[in-house]
C-alpha cells in the first residue's frame, strides 16, 4: 500500500507592497458629526453614501452610531442593504429611491427617498418613506405643486436639497426655502428635512427636524465663508526612486513641465488609477498641487500618470522608500482639488482599494 501523499499547507503568501498606503480615522469623522450636531436643535443624520465618501462604510457607520447617530443616508438600495446588515436598528434614507427589489427593501426597513408620482405607486402603502420635493435644483423630486395636492399616507418625512448652499448669499436659497415653505404648510405634521452640511454651518433657518451631513463630517471644507474640521484621511504614496534632473529638461508624460534649475525628483507609487486626479500635475502654465514630506512642503511636477507621479524634492531630505502625504493634514483636500479644478467630494469617492488602508488615527 502507498503512503498517503503528504498534506503539508503552503507557506503563506508575503504581505504584497501596494505603493500607496491610505489612513482612516474614524474617530475623526465621529467628532465632526459631533460638531455638526452641536451646531443644531434638529436631529443629526449622517450620509454614509458612496462608501462614506470613500472612507470605508464598515469603517465608519458603526462608530457614528456608538456615537448617538441614529438616522443614515445613503444613495442606493444595495449600500442600504449592507449597511442595514451592519447597524440592525437606525433608520436608513435611500436617497435615490428605488426600482426593483422592493420586498427586499422593505425587509430590511430601508426608507426611499419618493421622487415621482410613479415611483410612490410602486411603493406599498404600509411602509414609510420620504417625500422629496424639488424646490428648485431641477433633479429629483415632486414639484411642489405635486406635494401640496398630495394627500395619500403620510409620509414618514419630507425633504428637500439645496443647490447653492455653499454659497451662502446665493438667491436662489431663499427662493428654495420660500417653496419648501408652501411644500410644508400642505403637511404640517410631518418632520422635514432640508440642510446638507454648508446649510447647517451657514442657514440656521433650515435646520428643520432634521439635518443631513455630509462632507463636513469628512473634514472637507462645505461651504464659502467657513473652515474645514479635523482632517479624516491621509494618502501616502511610496518613493520608488530620487533622480537628479538638470535644467532645461522636461518632466513626464508630454513634457508637460521644463526644470528650470537642477532639480531632485521623487517618482511616487500613484497615480489617476489610485483615484489621484490628472489635472493636479503641474506645467509650464501652472504649478502642481502640493505634498509634504519628512516635515517639508513640496509640489507635484509634471502631469500626473496612471500609476506614477514625480514631486519635487529639491533641498528636501527625501530618500527611496519614504512616504510623501499627498492628502491629509499636512495638504488638505480642498487645496489639490482646487489645482485639479475640482472639489474635495471628487478625491475622496474617487479614492480607489489599491492603496494599503489602515484604521488608526491620523
Known amino acids: 500500500m502507498l503512503a498517503a501523499a503528504s498534506q503539508t499547507p503552503p507557506a503563506p503568501a508575503p504581505a504584497a507592497w501596494t505603493g500607496s498606503r491610505l489612513t482612516v480615522d474614524p474617530g475623526a469623522v465621529v467628532r465632526n458629526w459631533k460638531t455638526l450636531a452641536a451646531r443644531t436643535g434638529a436631529a443629526c443624520a ?97 414639484s411642489v405643486a405635486e406635494a401640496v395636492a398630495y394627500t395619500g399616507p403620510a409620509p414618514a418625512l419630507i425633504a428637500s436639497h439645496f443647490a447653492c448652499a455653499d454659497t451662502p448669499d446665493h438667491s436662489l436659497n431663499a427662493a428654495q426655502e420660500a417653496a419648501f415653505a408652501a411644500a410644508r404648510r400642505a403637511h404640517p405634521s410631518v418632520p422635514a428635512s432640508f440642510a446638507n452640511s454648508a446649510a447647517i454651518l451657514t442657514r440656521p433657518q433650515a435646520h428643520y427636524d432634521l439635518v443631513r451631513p455630509g462632507i463636513a463630517m469628512y473634514g472637507a471644507v462645505a461651504a464659502e465663508g467657513t473652515t474645514a474640521l479635523e482632517p ?33 525628483i521623487a517618482i511616487v507609487s500613484l497615480g489617476y488609477a489610485d483615484g489621484y486626479i490628472r489635472a493636479a500635475g503641474g506645467s509650464d502654465i501652472h504649478a502642481g498641487a502640493p505634498a509634504f514630506v519628512n516635515g517639508h512642503a513640496v509640489r507635484l511636477i509634471g502631469r500626473v500618470s ?57
Open 232 to 264: 479624516t484621511v491621509r494618502l501616502e504614496a511610496r518613493v520608488i526612486q530620487v533622480r537628479e534632473g538638470v535644467a532645461g529638461e522636461t518632466v513626464g508624460y508630454g513634457a508637460a513641465q521644463t526644470l528650470t534649475r537642477p532639480s531632485r
Open 46 to 142: 449622517a450620509v454614509v453614501k458612496a462608501d462614506a465618501y470613500g472612507h470605508g462604510i464598515e469603517a465608519v457607520a458603526p462608530k457614528l452610531a456608538a456615537a448617538g447617530c441614529r438616522t443614515f443616508c445613503v444613495a442606493l438600495h444595495a449600500e442600504g442593504a449592507r449597511l442595514r446588515r451592519l447597524l440592525p436598528d437606525v433608520e436608513i434614507y435611500v436617497l435615490n429611491g428605488l426600482f426593483d427589489g422592493v420586498e427586499d427593501a422593505v425587509r430590511d426597513r430601508l426608507r426611499p427617498f419618493i421622487s415621482s408620482l410613479d415611483a410612490l405607486a410602486d411603493w406599498p402603502e404600509h411602509a414609510p418613506f420620504a417625500l422629496n420635493v424639488d424646490t428648485g435644483m431641477n433633479r429629483l423630486g415632486v
Open 306 to 362: 496612471m500609476d506614477l507621479i514625480a514631486v519635487d524634492v529639491t533641498g528636501v531630505p527625501c530618500v527611496r522608500g519614504d512616504y510623501i502625504e499627498m492628502i491629509g493634514p499636512n495638504v488638505p483636500v480642498d487645496t489639490v482639488a482646487a489645482h485639479a479644478g475640482t472639489i474635495g467630494y471628487e478625491f475622496f469617492t474617487g479614492l480607489t482599494h489599491r492603496a494599503d488602508r489602515r484604521i488608526a488615527p491620523l
